[in-house]
């Protein structure tokens, strides 16, 4: 009996022994980081929306989708050389295109869908991109869930109902001006969100980060671009303002930062650990309205926020899921300039080692 009782004790201290983990911590920290990133283009989008009347969603993401594209190229120019770089786009710039178009049409919804419907109904079914997350982990990447990890997305669902409930109380939400147009918009940008966070973490896990953030913010860029010319022309003259300018900058930096790190986090993670872990932004959001928009601070608030992490948590209590692709190693590495080149390593072993020297090492997963 005595021997049972210590064998379930030991059993309890390994699954609580991911607390004390290194790549835990790491995950935990940077998915609150990019929370915060987030937090800081919600409220950079409130800002221009209720003191500047500035209004264009496509507008704002375009100079973020450039940035990135200009500086991930460049890189993937200086690794692979020209003609590495037009390969990335011969051999797989069909799904980057995809990807791409995804993702702005994402943003584009989800911004748009608060025009029409009510703060409690965007909040809600904008975590619909967690479930999506994780059918399409189940389907596309071969991601086997434990009861655990169903357990811990429901109890983080819960904390983030929690901070809606507080939004209800304290009065912050506001009326719909056509609810089901409002809904139907977030639920449609919420599912592209699931549909472009796991492309990317599938397109991570086999191809250097250069590349796949490179590659998709260029199609992203001219996709965006055209639509711009199409819907929000107009919008182009409130830049002479050089406060609209400024705001619309700190947008870029915080989303530059944000597009750089999901992919870090999709691979030391997942795409629905990315999820949960940015359900904390509402937090973080009060934080930054207590000053500047005047709210009221509610007792579930901090509550909330601890419910989430806890939800993180149990989610790792048994070794979190991994796809059957794995992460991008250096043996991934090698495998994959072998197909983008299509000839004998030794003929390229010079560009080999600079895309191993990004890859994550086997046994400990850092990135690069």
Same mark, same amino acid.
């Given at each position: 009996?005595?021997?049972?009782?210590?064998?379930?004790?030991?059993?309890?201290?390994?699954? /609580?022994?991911?607390?004390?983990?290194?790549?835990?911590?790491?995950?935990?920290?940077?998915?609150?980081?990019?929370?915060?990133?987030?937090?800081?283009?919600?409220?950079?989008?409130?800002?221009?929306?209720?003191?500047?009347?500035?209004?264009?969603?496509?507008?704002?993401?375009?100079?973020?989708?450039?940035?990135?594209?200009?500086?991930?190229?460049?890189?993937?120019?200086?690794?692979?050389?020209?003609?590495?770089?037009?390969?990335?786009?011969?051999?797989?710039?069909?799904?980057?295109?995809?990807?791409?178009?995804?993702?702005?049409?994402?943003? %584009?919804?989800?911004?748009?869908?608060?025009?029409?419907?009510?703060?409690?109904?965007? #909040?809600?079914?904008?975590?619909?991109?967690?479930?999506? @997350?994780?059918?399409?982990?189940?389907?596309?990447?071969?991601?086997? %869930?434990?009861?655990?990890?169903?357990?811990?997305?429901?109890?983080?669902? @819960?904390?983030?109902?929690?901070?809606?409930?507080?939004?209800?109380? *304290?009065?912050?939400?506001?009326?719909?001006?056509?609810?089901?147009?409002?809904?139907?918009?977030?639920?449609?940008?919420?599912?592209?969100?699931?549909?472009?966070?796991?492309?990317?973490?599938?397109?991570?896990?086999?191809?250097?980060?250069?590349?796949?953030?490179?590659?998709?913010?260029?199609?992203?860029? /001219?996709?965006?671009?055209?639509?711009?010319?199409?819907?929000?022309?107009?919008?182009?003259?409130?830049?002479?303002?050089?406060?609209?300018?400024? #705001?619309?900058?700190?947008?870029?930096?915080?989303?530059?930062?944000?597009?750089?790190?999901?992919?870090?986090?999709?691979?030391?993670?997942?795409?629905?650990?990315?999820?949960?872990?940015?359900? *904390?932004?509402?937090?973080?959001?009060?934080? /930054?309205?207590?000053?500047?928009?005047?709210?009221?601070?509610?007792?579930?608030?901090?509550?909330? %926020?601890?419910?989430?992490?806890?939800?993180?948590?149990?989610?790792?209590? /048994?070794?979190?899921?991994?796809?059957?692709?794995?992460?991008?190693?250096? =043996?991934?590495?090698?495998? =994959?300039?072998?197909?983008?080149?299509?000839?004998?390593?030794?003929?390229?072993?010079?560009?080999?080692?600079?895309?191993?020297?990004?890859?994550?090492?086997?046994?400990?997963?850092?990135?690069?």
């Amino acid at each position: 009996m005595s021997d049972m009782e210590t064998t379930t004790k030991k059993s309890w201290k390994d699954h /609580f022994a991911f607390i004390k983990d290194p790549k835990f911590l790491k995950v935990l920290f940077l998915g609150q980081l990019l929370s915060l990133c987030i937090t800081g283009t919600n409220v950079v989008t409130t800002i221009l929306s209720t003191q500047y009347n500035f209004a264009a969603p496509t507008t704002q993401t375009f100079l973020v989708y450039a940035c990135l594209a200009i500086v991930y190229n460049s890189i993937a120019i200086y690794k692979r050389g020209i003609k590495g770089w037009l390969l990335q786009f011969w051999r797989r710039g069909i799904y980057y295109f995809i990807l791409g178009f995804i993702d702005v049409e994402g943003n %584009y919804f989800v911004v748009k869908s608060f025009q029409y419907t009510s703060l409690l109904s965007a #909040m809600l079914l904008d975590c619909w991109s967690t479930p999506v @997350c994780m059918l399409l982990s189940f389907w596309l990447l071969k991601v086997r %869930y434990r009861w655990v990890q169903y357990l811990g997305v429901f109890i983080a669902l @819960c904390g983030l109902g929690m901070l809606v409930a507080s939004d209800v109380i *304290t009065d912050k939400n506001y009326g719909a001006v056509d609810a089901v147009k409002g809904d139907l918009f977030c639920l449609l940008g919420a599912t592209l969100y699931g549909f472009s966070n796991v492309g990317e973490e599938l397109m991570a896990r086999k191809h250097p980060l250069y590349e796949v953030i490179g590659m998709f913010t260029f199609f992203a860029t /001219f996709i965006n671009l055209v639509q711009i010319f199409i819907f929000e022309r107009s919008e182009w003259a409130n830049f002479a303002d050089t406060k609209i300018a400024g #705001m619309v900058v700190v947008y870029t930096v915080c989303m530059f930062v944000l597009y750089s790190l999901a992919p870090v986090m999709f691979r030391l993670g997942s795409a629905v650990l990315y999820n949960l872990s940015i359900l *904390t932004s509402d937090f973080y959001g009060l934080i /930054f309205g207590l000053g500047l928009f005047g709210y009221k601070v509610s007792i579930m608030y901090p509550f909330a %926020y601890v419910v989430i992490i806890i939800g993180i948590g149990i989610y790792h209590i /048994f070794p979190a899921p991994t796809p059957d692709i794995g992460t991008f190693t250096k =043996e991934k590495a090698e495998q =994959e300039r072998r197909e983008l080149y299509g000839h004998s390593l030794e003929e390229q072993g010079e560009d080999l080692e600079k895309d191993v020297g990004e890859a994550v090492p086997t046994d400990s997963l850092n990135k690069e």
